[in-house]
């Protein structure tokens, strides 16, 4: 499905297609196309995001001014979204983590356990809805840790929409993201890695913007800190950073960031990551079902034009930011 600019999809629609996730058919339709491009002009140059069926529609390539900044090797390496849920109270990186792109066994495969069900592409804006797999197939491990799911493919769907050049800022992507947990699930803990970026090496020089909107140093990590990181080339030609006004919905707690430089894999990544919590008082209490919507900011430019371009979002009205 091609338009001009990519609708939103309703929580009633998001809600019924995870009802029919859940209740699977006889007869699956066909597959949804996943190759698209949008781009925008930005700094003399354009940003260009490509979307690839291989990735089930999550976001393959973004460049701009010559350089590309995702390193998208596997199914994880991606620009993209995933979730990390408790399973009966445990809760472990990846043993029950839903992910836009695909499981850890595609590898650098050329299809995806995950299913796009919906694309909308067209301009600036990118729109879809992607059935998300486990990154761990039943039986396997990570760090010790056995996968808690028994399917491949999981029944939560992930909805993006993406505008290039939003908010009247050429550098500036708009990237709102909505998880729908599905109602036949138990969680009490759910983390939402709300938006990741895996970068080249070359963007291993990382960066903390501070509250006056001056930038300082940070270490590769791993690490996770409560204000804006952005991944830079050692001579901040090409930078790439995130800042979102999301909040939890159940805590109120706001959205932190991670960095992290991987040496064997050569490759760097950041993150944006909400929390969501049942009660701790009611050990009965869980995660209600349904849609959780958080806004990011995505800054594609020169390490200075990141700066000025997630200042200038952090300072607007929050109602304004929140849409």
């Not at 159940?250 to 050569?266: K, L, M």
């Amino acid at each position: 499905m091609l338009t001009r600019r990519a609708p939103l999809l309703g929580s009633v629609l998001l809600l019924a297609l995870s009802a029919a996730a859940v209740q699977g058919s006889a007869a699956e339709p066909p597959p949804v196309p996943g190759d698209a491009v949008i781009r925008g002009p930005a700094g003399g140059s354009e940003i260009v995001i490509t979307t690839t069926s291989r990735l089930a529609g999550a976001i393959h390539s973004l460049t701009w001014n010559g350089r590309e900044f995702i390193d998208s090797h596997d199914h994880g390496r991606q620009l993209q979204s995933a979730s990390n849920l408790d399973v009966d109270g445990q809760l472990f990186d990846e043993t029950f983590n839903p992910t836009e792109a695909g499981c850890e066994r595609d590898m650098a495969g050329p299809t995806s356990t995950s299913r796009l069900l919906w694309l909308s592409a067209g301009g600036r804006d990118l729109g879809t809805v992607s059935q998300m797999a486990f990154w761990l197939r039943p039986g396997q491990s990570s760090g010790g840790n056995k996968a808690l799911n028994t399917t491949a493919l999981s029944n939560h769907l992930l909805q993006k929409e993406v505008r290039i050049g939003a908010g009247g800022l050429e550098h500036a992507i708009r990237y709102a993201v909505t998880f729908t947990l599905p109602a036949d699930e138990r969680h009490r803990r759910a983390t939402f890695e709300v938006l990741t970026g895996y970068m080249p090496p070359a963007f291993r020089t990382f960066h903390v913007l501070q509250a006056d909107d001056t930038l300082a140093d940070l270490s590769p990590g791993p690490g996770e800190q409560g204000l804006p990181v952005i991944a830079a080339t050692a001579d901040g030609g090409h930078a790439m950073g995130v800042w979102s006004p999301a909040v939890a919905q159940t805590t109120g707690r706001p959205a932190t960031y991670g960095r992290f430089w991987f040496e064997r894999q050569q490759v760097a990544k950041w993150n944006c990551v909400v929390r969501e919590a049942a009660p701790a008082n009611d050990p009965q209490a869980s995660l209600a079902a349904g849609t959780y919507r958080y806004l990011a900011w995505v800054a594609v430019g020169t390490r200075e034009q990141v700066c000025d371009t997630l200042a200038t979002l952090r300072k607007r009205p929050a109602a304004e930011m929140k849409r």
